[in-house]
């Protein structure tokens, strides 16, 4: 488990509370944190609750009765590590479909087949997350980091076997184990924010891990039309520079699996929020994944942000695969500018995903910025629909980045809304589920989408994206925010975690602690 050294947990605020003086007298419910019951009794304590104060407080503080939290300097690198792998494996996804008339030509294969390289990341996530979301659970953050990083080296080095006409196969075969990497990847961010980062910075680091993800995405729109020009003419000229492309991206795969190694530990020496100092002082067998779930699913809030997270999400992995056609429709032969309109689009997001974990760590306003967010991203898109035939790319590339950023820039605020208004649920499984519907609705629309933009034309793909982030702004404005890991951390804890005995009311009464969510 990660004890780092004791200079290396020096940096930062520490703080000290007394345990039992942390939550006021008339706000514990059996000596934890306040629930239904003590509403319901005015304050009275079952016969027991005594007992149940003593464990729970006992188990709340790390010794002499006091709850410590610290920042560990090792923060920062689990964060450089995790976005710099995840950034291989954003770059490992769109680097056909920003190339998809190349690649077409060199594996003698038609445009969906190439487009099947991109939602075969869509496609292998949605039945592997609550494998994999329970193995984050159950066996925690080092090893899914692991997997994550090794399985996206060997989908790497398996593409460069596949480099000739005719093994579209293999390079399939490569990608989806790329795809499988992925999921042991996009549930992270907000996990490694919780465990990792204060209170004052967890929305922020969340939105740097993301960030890691979309600069993928940003290097895989700018380089791969600058590594592999289109030489249908030369085939040979073509393998070799595609070979360029993969030996390249295999060799820092690996190096990034080996530094995640290094790197990566379960979890710092001093929990570094008073809502972790919670979560992590619970005795291990009182968590159930599949209860988790269950929770997680009767939580109305929770699921309306799941369909709309799968909307907003879904529409940028459609417009960032279809990218390249619906550019070459209007400006035919501009392959390197369709890639530098992708790159524009997500660096721009990028900024507006910085810019929006800082606001949120500054106001705590989940809800409102999410919409507001939501609105401009449809006003975003519908506005890069009606300029993308008027024949100028720069208006594309304006448009284009006003579209990122509100479009890009939403993808952490899912993730941290998430994880407020499901505390104390697990961040991986509530940041898996809502990568999943993103990933249903990614294939659903990319599909039709597609369709529409072959048979008609991009306006009609496009206008039917901007028919669903719609319905996704009326769902988003339905949701109740209830911030419960903000409440927690300001003291405020009008969330329900109570004493729950594991076997009976009688039977070992005082010897574990179960958190149930006021559903």
């Known amino acids: 488990m990660g004890e780092d050294g004791g200079e290396e947990e020096a940096e930062g605020e520490s703080e000290e509370m007394p345990a039992a003086a942390a939550v006021p007298p008339q706000q514990r419910c059996n000596g934890f944190l306040p629930g239904k019951e003590a509403a319901e009794e005015g304050g009275r304590a079952a016969p027991a609750g005594g007992e149940e104060r003593a464990e729970a407080e006992a188990m709340l503080s790390a010794g002499g009765g006091r709850a410590e939290t610290r920042l560990s300097r090792r923060r920062l690198a689990v964060l450089a590590v995790f976005s710099c792998y995840s950034l291989v494996n954003a770059f490992q996804w769109i680097q056909y479909s920003i190339l998809s008339n190349v690649f077409a030509g060199f594996y003698g294969v038609s445009f969906t ?14 039945p592997l997350i609550l494998p994999a979301t329970w193995l984050l659970d159950a066996r925690g953050l080092r090893l899914t980091a692991l997997l994550g990083a090794g399985l996206n080296g060997l989908g790497a080095w398996l593409k460069c076997a596949s480099l000739a006409p005719g093994r579209y196969p293999l390079t399939l075969a490569a990608q989806a184990v790329c795809a499988v990497a992925q999921v042991f990847i996009l549930g992270l961010p907000s996990r490694i924010a919780s465990v990792w980062f204060g209170p004052t910075e967890v929305s922020t680091a969340c939105a740097v891990a993301v960030l890691g993800n979309q600069l993928g995405t940003a290097i895989g729109f700018l380089l791969p039309p600058v590594l592999v020009p289109n030489t249908p003419n030369d085939i040979d000229l073509m393998a070799h520079n595609i070979s360029i492309m993969f030996y390249g991206t295999a060799i820092v795969s690996t190096l ?23 979560l992590q002082n619970m005795p291990p067998e009182d968590y159930s994944y599949k209860q988790s779930i269950i929770n997680l699913f009767k939580n109305i809030p929770f699921i309306l942000l799941l369909i709309s997270y799968g909307i907003m999400t879904g529409a940028f992995y459609s417009v960032s695969t279809l990218l390249n056609q619906m550019i070459v429709t209007h400006y035919e032969g501009e392959e390197v500018n369709a890639g530098r309109i992708g790159l ?29 967010v939501y609105i401009l991203s449809f006003i975003g898109l519908l506005v890069f629909t009606f300029t993308l035939d008027l024949g100028y790319l720069i208006v594309v590339f304006v448009t284009g980045g006003v579209l990122g950023f509100f479009m890009t820039g939403y993808l952490p605020l899912g993730f941290e809304f998430a994880v407020e208004i499901t505390y104390p ?5 509530s940041s898996g589920l809502l990568n999943a519907s993103a990933q249903i609705f990614g294939i659903v629309f990319t599909l039709v989408q597609g369709k529409l933009t072959t048979d008609y034309s991009p306006r009609a793909g496009n206008l039917f994206l901007c028919a669903w982030i719609f319905v996704g702004i009326i769902l988003t404005a339905l949701i109740k925010s209830d911030l419960r890991r903000h409440n927690v951390n300001s003291g405020i804890m009008n969330l329900d975690v109570k004493a729950v005995p594991v076997d009976s ?7 574990a602690l179960k958190i149930q969510s006021a559903l």
């Open 344 to 372: 524009t689009l997500v660096v721009a997001g990028m900024v507006g995903s910085i810019i929006c974990g800082l606001w949120l760590d500054y106001t705590k306003t989940y809800k409102q910025t999410t919409l507001i």
């Open 425 to 429: 649920e697990s961040e991986g499984t």
């Open 113 to 126: 087949q190439i487009d099947w390289l991109s939602m075969v990341y869509m496609v292998a996530y949605v």
């Open 256 to 278: 990034l699996f080996f530094l995640t190694g290094v790197v990566f530990e379960e979890k710092p020496k001093y929990p570094p929020s008073h809502s972790q100092a919670v």
């Open 505 to 511: 009311p009688v039977e070992r009464e005082t010897t």
